[in-house]
């Protein structure tokens, strides 16, 4: 099965950000967004997985306490030249996602990679000029902030409609 590990997002955040999805319209490319029930702030992508129950262990240990955070307008991967996803940044509390992801990495004995916290909210799919992504993303600003009070390990089944996700696990974080 294929997991990964990420921090829900409030029903409230969800919902507005679909509610910006809209003023891509003009876009003359091929978005693929991520639905409402999707969004989140990607810890970890563990691939394929034979079970759960050793990752669930090595999680339940973790002491981490929860820390206020924030989303603020879009931002893009790999860069502004070659644009691949579309991503709300988190910029309150990204330290304490980055501090997370290390206790994370760390208990599941995983080499350390290249982490920015962050909320994908579409993937370009195809040949897309940057100016038309970029003309969006410059003019649309918003801050959002929410209490990142848990994690999810989730578990992602590919459909030909795209990804469902499934809640396995939930860590609560100290309050």
Known sequence: MRLFLGAP????IRKLLVS??????????????????NLHITLRFLGEQ?????IINSLSGIDFNSFNASIENFSVFPG????????????LGSGGFIELYKKITSSLNL??????????IARVKGECSPINILS???NITFKEEFTASSFNLYKSTLTPKG?????????????
């Open 136 to 138: 969006i993303t410059h």
């Open 111 to 120: 080499k350390p990679e290249r982490f920015t916290p962050h909320a994908t």
């Open 80 to 91: 502004p030249k070659f644009i691949r996803i579309i991503h709300s940044p988190v910029t």
């Open 9 to 12: 997002l409030p029903v409230d």
């Open 50 to 54: 034979s079970s759960a129950k050793e």
């Open 20 to 37: 910006l999805y809209e003023l891509f319209n003009s876009v003359p490319c091929k978005l693929k967004f991520v639905p409402f029930e």
């Open 163 to 175: 990804p469902v996700y499934e809640v396995l696990k939930e860590f609560r974080l100290k309050t």
